[in-house]
């Protein structure tokens, strides 16, 4: 079964960038995940996976959680079956382990309202750790 792997996480100080991608283990198809909305969510230490980001399946469509509108960028590259998060300004708030899904676009920006678990969409990856120091 075709899995979601996330890297690029890592330890920086407040205020530096990192760079988070997402993409499917094993063989695929190209354009696997070409008609999925690719998603962002996190959680933090003790607390609740959190929504980070949206990005609809032709690229068109983005959403963000206020936590981080104005510093967080989502971007896709289907030819690479490949999900990015641009993370810029980092606070120390934003340290958690940060997972990446795929789903319909609706299901990604309301599951929380739905009260499921996003491990429910239909593709789920491991996580990696962002932690930001001070």
């Known amino acids: 079964q075709v899995q979601l792997v996330e890297s690029g996480g890592g330890l920086v100080q407040a205020g530096d960038s990192l760079r988070l991608s997402c993409a499917p283990s094993?063989?695929?198809?190209?354009?696997?995940?070409?008609?999925?909305?690719m998603g962002w969510f996190r959680q933090a230490p003790g607390k609740d996976h959190e929504f980070v980001a949206v990005?609809?399946?032709?690229?068109?469509?983005?959403f963000y959680s206020d936590a981080v509108k104005g510093r967080f960028t989502i971007s896709r590259d289907d030819a690479r079956n490949t999900v990015y998060l641009q993370m810029n300004n980092l606070k120390r708030d934003d340290t958690a382990v940060y997972y990446c899904?795929?789903?319909?676009?609706?299901?990604?920006?309301?599951?929380?309202?739905?009260?499921?678990?996003?491990?429910?969409?239909?593709?789920w990856g491991q996580g990696t750790q962002v932690t930001v120091s001070s």
């Open positions: 990005i609809g399946r032709d690229g068109d469509r983005q």
């Open positions: 899904a795929a789903d319909s676009y609706v299901r990604i920006t309301t599951i929380e309202q739905l009260d499921l678990p996003p491990n429910e969409l239909a593709y």
């Open positions: 094993g063989r695929t198809s190209s354009d696997y995940f070409s008609g999925y909305a």
